[in-house]
């Protein structure tokens, strides 16, 4: 459908806020407390209101139904905490840009506040707090995002035009909550994939005035179109005008990483850590690198602290206690390893695919232990749980797998294991990378860059021959062949990116049709989640969202 002015609905923020139909979510575990802040809410003539008394209850609350506020206090005793709660909500989608999330808290310490601003929370609660001042946050809140349902209602459906046009006419209209709608319209423009036009109107922006979030937006576009060097110097920009603006040392980690500086990258990261200690998905990759680094002293610290805080975290990965065991590994106390693995075994029981994990990395310990035949018994039981998962496993298992093949003596499986991931990601240099520095560690670095040269040729000719049926106009042979191709290889980008392609090129030829339409996005999502920079990911969003218009 054509945007126009008359689709777009007139948006001036009422005088009088109507709190009587506003849904809310209380989260706290004293009871005491939830009935003082019950009663409070019941006197501003709100009538739905929930509770929760944990983290896990609020976390299923909000699983199940869409609350306008969400009143969560910091601290809930044993188990998740606010941050927690937060962190899992908008991971999974539970709260979005309409949605209120209000922390209360009676902590002010510094890891806390910066903890939780990360996962930005749209307003704090001090305890104690007297009804007066509940009422004025809850107020100022809903004035300031009672106008993005229709936006995020567009979203929703893939619609980015008709959101960015709402965007528009309700900056033009200088609501009183203009920033957060600039920074929403500029993370819409990032998620259509529209790069160009995102780095164009961060610069509009920026031209009003030196503002933190623009520089970043900036930051971002520069670095997913791969101009690293630009990227670089905003990043750098911004923590020197700011030196608490987490967000901006994760960025210019990733940017280092992809400029071939991981010592770089690990520094940025540690001095992120130091001033936001309680993020777990930066110790993750803190470790990482520290591991690729051979700073295994690093790396351990990251591993125990992901560990720690992963407890009651909806970020916990038996990929923590798997890395942290490798960590010992190379240290040459294998034992110690086995001793976390046996911990991550109690932690994880009922889940084959960190039976997986934990079984390969028990083979590696056995293995630098010289007991060959217990490394060979957990490699076997590795073997027969991944024959019972659907699911592509992660290329860092994938690899811990074949190189226990490799060092058991099982070169085959390890070579077959090897092709596999190679031809899933025959563009990703870093992936590349670390498959090669597998084979150094295993002494056999000219047959791994042999086997790693044949397999990026196979589906090189692959990709190309789908091509071809594509440039012949041979539309429908194309579809069917990218299809065949895309469930071999569902994580190859350039295989998704192609099959995306053909079903756009037959839609323009034959009409738009909703489930090619439905097609083309999920192999265009899949390529946006790989590699958000990938060369032609940018034209084939903008012809796709025209195709979706015209359906």
Known sequence: MAITKKNIPSFQPPSIINLKKKKVLVVEDFFNFR??????????????????????????????????????????????????VLEEAKYRGYIDYSNIFIMVTALNTTDMVMG?????????????????????????????????????????????????????????????NRTELLKLKGEILTKKGDYTEAA???????????????????????????????????????????????????????????????KEAQKVLQDAILISPKAILRQKTLGNIAYKNKDFITAEQSFKEAVRQGKHSF??????????????????????GLK????????????????????VTESLAYKKMNREKDARKALAKATQLSATLPDTLPSSVELDLAKAFFLTGNEESGKAIIRRLIQSNHEDQELISDVQAVFKDLNIADKGREIISMARNEIIKLNNEGVRLVREGNLSKAIEFFEQAVANLPTNKVINANAAHALILYMQKNGSETLLLEKAMKYLDRVKNIDPAYKDLENLMKIYNELNREA
């Not at 003082?36 to 944990?54: G, P, Q, V």
């Not at 809850?138 to 229709?150: A, G, V």
């Open 116 to 176: 939780a601003l990360e996962y930005q929370p749209d307003d704090y609660l001090i305890k104690p707090f007297t009804k007066m001042t509940l009422e004025k946050k809850l107020r100022d809140s809903i004035r300031k995002k009672e106008n993005l349902k229709n936006i995020e209602r567009a979203i929703e459906k893939n619609d980015y035009a008709n959101a960015i046009a709402i965007c528009d006419e309700l900056i033009r209209s200088n609501t009183r």
């Open 315 to 336: 970020f916990k990965s038996p990929s923590d206690y798997t890395s942290l065991a490798k960590v010992f590994v190379e240290r040459n106390v294998p034992e110690e």
């Open 340 to 359: 976390v693995l046996n911990d991550a075994g109690k932690e994880f029981i009922n889940s084959p695919e960190a039976g997986l994990q934990i079984s």
């Open 35 to 84: 009935l003082t802040i019950r009663r409070m809410l019941r006197s501003f003539n709100i009538n739905e209101i929930d509770e929760a008394a944990d983290g896990e209850d609020a976390v299923k609350k909000l699983s199940y139904k869409k609350y306008d506020i969400i009143l969560c206090d910091y601290n809930l005793g044993a188990g998740k905490d606010g941050q927690q």
């Open 200 to 262: 164009v109107f961060y610069e509009e922006v920026l031209s009003m005035g030196n503002l933190p979030w623009a520089m970043l937006g900036l930051g971002k576009t520069k670095f997913i179109t791969g101009d690293y060097d630009a990227a670089k110097d905003i990043f750098e920009k911004i923590i020197a005008k700011n030196d608490k603006n987490v967000a901006a040392y994760d960025w210019l980690a990733l940017t280092h990483e992809k400029m071939g500086n991981p």
